[in-house]
């Protein structure tokens, strides 16, 4: 079993080795982040430094045997040797990792049904008409998902059917009717379908899928770790509805993500602009400060500014990234480093992923600081309720507050690094399949799935997931999508992870020159000459924000279709090196059952039950065809994840072969 690797941050404390090389070798392998650390951090503690400072982490909590479901705790259990012990209530080291793991898959599964809920009632209100700065944006994909879900388009308006997909959306959320979520049945495959059925995780409600598992898991219930991990499972299932609902409901109302080509590092920030950084994961408000932020351009240069620019953090920065071409500043870890050039007039945050000390921060600098959900808040930060009904106003407000804060600049402390690069996103799976569709116009799958078949591509990775401070931040990712591509492997990214290669200038497509092996290339290149995309091909697809990840099991569901053969035989991986959200986990979760294999590059915390790992590790492939890789070294993750590509072609060619040879289809049952 791998342990936790925290060596070389310790030994570096241990020798008190400077802060500037602790930042050089261990912290950050992005260029930008590294200079405002060292250029401009005037002493002010971020969450670099306080990582650090919070060394050594607890050994109990950090391998997962620490229980503080009830207040006689906390317990902390020794799971193995002569101290080997039980929790007060007596409940063993498995039992209590598995229900740490469980309550971890429902904390992700109720941010991103959160997030899909509202998105719903978005459109909802756009449909009844009681959201009048936002419409139907996308009415191709309204039909095609409302097609999908099993409701008829013919002879409906945009509105009338906005507000049936909108209801039965919600539908998946309240109902007990004991049928299957609408949002996952219609996406899986028939063998995903069977399999979830025979193991008996299927959520038939989503905040009953939440609430099961949290009352399966209290002080006195369930005992038993292998339940346990399937009531988290059948909550990771009840994840990938919300996120599914989420992107759904996001294209509808603000477009399917096409090739757009913009920047991304904090280099993106201007000096003689108003910066307004949009943070978090929701694109409804986000949305609306871009209209604001052109309407009051006037307001912005009677200020002094010669213009308002938005640039994104996180995933709502993916989210204007990917449809709107709006500049990525920086992804999760490098948050607080966007305040600390002194060039942010306004950070306006709106769901998960913002961190409290941006409040501390910002106080050292005139950015205004502003939350905007209801669930949100940080003390003293500026609150602004934001609702549908009064969006563009309440937008308008908050880029005010920006237009007020730059008056008050301190321009000696105005530090921008000047790394910066080109970045292509937009490649959601439709847009993929138009580039294809260039090459075969009748099955456009078969492109990529004959590249598989050949040899020329090794198979497709989705790079999915965080920052996390346990490990130098973007290195992880790097690591893995230089190796995948130079062993042909197509890669696709999402969230954070898409955010770093974006910053490294791997969405580009200079880097197909620089880092894909030749099948990949020849593969790129035949695609590009046929299609034509007016900014050219990337080495990674740029997918969107945390919740497109189902815009990758929507792709690897084509491959499997075009193939006739169930998820597990599909060569396709997942890897998220740099773990940390509870959603990372809900994910992670959901593509295991779905039957892939998921590279997780930082543990979390279930080494303190060899049988809980092992569920995760070996049981999980036996169940479902999909297993975690825990490995914290990304090259050696990286390598795993090419041998089980490569193990899985191997047997799609040796079925090949035999179908072939005996004039049948490929079976699907191998
Ligand atoms: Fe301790 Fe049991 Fe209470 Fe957990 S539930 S804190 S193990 S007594
Ligand atoms: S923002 S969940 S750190 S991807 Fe989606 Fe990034 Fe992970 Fe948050």
Not at 165 to 176: G, P, T
Not at 330 to 355: H, K, R, Y
Request: hydrophobic fraction near 40%.
């Amino acid at each position: 079993m791998p342990r936790f690797r925290e060596t070389k941050v310790g030994e570096i404390l241990n020798q008190a080795v400077a802060r500037k090389k602790i930042l050089d070798k261990v912290r950050t392998a992005d260029a930008a982040g590294k200079w405002v650390l060292e250029n401009a951090s005037d002493g002010i503690i971020t969450s670099y430094d306080r990582y650090l400072a919070q060394q050594p982490q607890c050994s109990f909590g950090l391998t997962g045997v620490c229980c503080r479901n009830c207040v006689q705790g906390p317990c902390r259990i020794m799971p193995t040797g002569e101290a080997k012990s039980r929790g007060i209530c007596g409940a063993t080291a498995y039992t209590i990792v598995a229900r740490g793991l469980a309550r971890g898959i429902a904390g992700g599964a109720s941010s991103h049904s959160d997030h899909g809920r509202h998105m719903a009632k978005t459109l909802l209100e756009v449909a009844e008409g009681r959201a009048p700065d936002y419409k139907v944006s996308d009415p191709a994909k309204l039909r095609r998902v409302a097609l999908k879900v099993g409701i008829n388009p013919e002879g409906k308006s945009d509105r009338e059917l906005a507000k049936e997909v909108a209801l039965k959306a919600l539908n998946d959320y309240y109902r007990f009717d004991e049928k299957p979520l609408t949002w996952l049945d219609s996406y899986i495959t028939p063998g995903r379908r069977a399999k979830f059925k025979h193991t008996n995780i299927i959520p038939t409600n989503l905040m009953q899928a939440i609430t099961e598992v949290i009352s399966q898991t209290v002080m006195g219930m369930d005992a038993d770790p292998v339940n346990i991990i399937f009531g988290g499972l059948k909550t990771a299932l009840a994840d990938f509805t919300g996120m599914h609902v989420a992107t759904d409901m996001s294209d509808i109302l603000f477009g399917t993500p096409e090739p757009v080509a913009t920047e991304a590092n904090l280099g993106v920030l201007e000096e003689e602009y108003i910066n307004v950084a949009t943070h978090g994961h929701n694109p409804t408000l986000s949305d609306m400060i871009v209209e604001a932020a052109l309407q009051l351009e006037p307001e912005a240069i009677k200020a002094g500014a010669k213009g308002i620019k938005i640039v994104g953090v996180c995933c709502t920065g993916n989210e204007l990234l990917m449809r709107k071409g709006i500049p990525l500043a920086a992804n999760q870890a490098s948050q607080e480093l966007a305040i600390m050039t002194g060039a942010v007039d306004a950070m306006v945050v709106d769901v998960q992923c913002f961190l409290p000390s941006l409040k501390v921060l910002s106080d050292n600098y005139h950015t205004r600081l502003v939350t905007t959900a209801i669930n949100a808040k940080i003390p003293t930060a500026t609150h602004i309720d934001f609702n549908e009904e009064e969006a563009l106003e309440l937008a308008k407000d908050i880029v005010r507050q920006a237009i007020e804060a730059y008056k008050r600049r301190n321009k000696d402390k105005i530090r921008i690094p000047k790394e910066k690069t080109k970045a292509l996103a937009g490649f959601s799976t439709e847009a993929i399949e138009s580039l294809l569709a260039a090459v075969n116009p009748e099955q456009p799958w078969k492109v990529l799935t004959d590249a598989i078949e050949s040899g020329e591509l090794a198979g497709v990775a989705l790079f999915a997931g965080c920052n996390n401070q346990k490990v130098a931040q973007d290195e992880g990712h790097l690591t893995v999508a230089k190796y995948l591509a130079k062993n042909n492997v197509l890669l696709l990214a999402t969230g954070c992870a898409a955010g770093a290669l974006a910053k490294a200038g791997l969405t580009t497509p200079g880097a197909v020159e620089a880092y894909a092996g030749d099948g990949l290339k020849s593969f790129l290149k035949r695609i590009e000459e046929a299609a034509k995309p007016q900014y050219g091909l990337p080495l990674v697809f740029h997918q969107g924000s945390c919740v497109d990840n189902v815009r990758g099991l929507d792709l690897a569901v084509k491959m499997a279709e075009t193939w006739g053969i169930d998820l597990p035989r599909v060569p396709f991986v997942v890897t998220a090196p740099e773990d940390m959200h509870e959603k990372a986990l809900s994910i992670g979760s959901w593509f295991v059952t779905m039957g892939f294999p998921v590279h997780v590059g930082v543990m979390p915390p279930i080494e303190g039950s060899e049988l809980v790992y092992s569920v995760g590790t070996q049981i999980a492939y036996d169940v479902f065809g999909g297993s975690f890789i825990f490995d914290t070294d990304p090259e050696s993750g990286a390598k795993k994840l090419v041998d089980a590509l490569d193990y899985r072609t191997w047997k799609l060619r040796i079925h090949r072969a035999a179908a072939e040879k005996y004039n049948t289809a490929l079976a699907s049952g191998y």
